[in-house]
């Protein structure tokens, strides 16, 4: 089932970094956004991980919880998370359950190849299950911020 801005995120279940489980309802009444990146430890996807750690607590005073998600396993989020010390939790859809059920799996040519990879995304998740806002496509310069303002509009139009 494809996922459509102002309508409710379909059922899903995902595993987090530290066991935490995500699910569709798991954090209904939190704004909830959702950035879906390509690999961990490579340097877009580093620098955008940093990106958002660097802003965390604007997201949390915002009232917003944020989650990585991409193709790795577990071990390599935890090592990912350790190393560049990221206070969120990544999420490991090695099954590519959520990246299918967010459209963010493309063919790309890496190389000269065509190969199957993730599209750079983020979803803004209101409150109330709804999706609010998406982004695809996208680059890293300067989408946290937009991001983040983002949530602020929402939160205000919710308060």
């Known amino acids: 089932m494809a996922?459509?801005?102002?309508?409710?995120?379909?059922?899903?279940e995902a595993i987090a970094t530290n066991g935490v489980k995500v699910t569709n309802t798991s954090h209904a009444g939190q704004t909830v956004v959702l950035y879906f990146y390509p690999k961990d430890n490579t340097p877009g996807c580093t620098t955008e991980a940093m990106q958002f750690r660097d802003r965390y607590k604007d997201f949390v005073k915002a009232g917003a919880?944020?989650?990585g998600v991409s193709?790795?396993?577990m071990k390599s989020h935890d090592d990912f998370k350790a190393k560049v010390e990221l206070p969120?939790?990544?999420i490991a859809d090695t099954e590519e359950k959520m990246c299918h059920m967010f459209g963010v799996v493309k063919n790309k040519i890496m190389y000269g190849k065509k190969v199957k990879g993730i599209e750079r995304s983020t979803f803004l998740i209101g409150p109330d299950g709804v999706l609010r806002a998406e982004w695809r496509?996208?680059?890293?310069l300067g989408h946290v911020d937009e991001v983040l303002t983002a949530v602020k509009e929402l939160n205000r139009q919710a308060a």
């Open 3 to 12: 996922i459509v801005v102002n309508k409710p995120i379909p059922e899903f």
């Open 65 to 67: 919880t944020v989650f």
């Open 71 to 73: 193709r790795d396993n």
């Open 88 to 90: 969120f939790e990544l």
């Open 137 to 140: 496509g996208l680059k890293v």
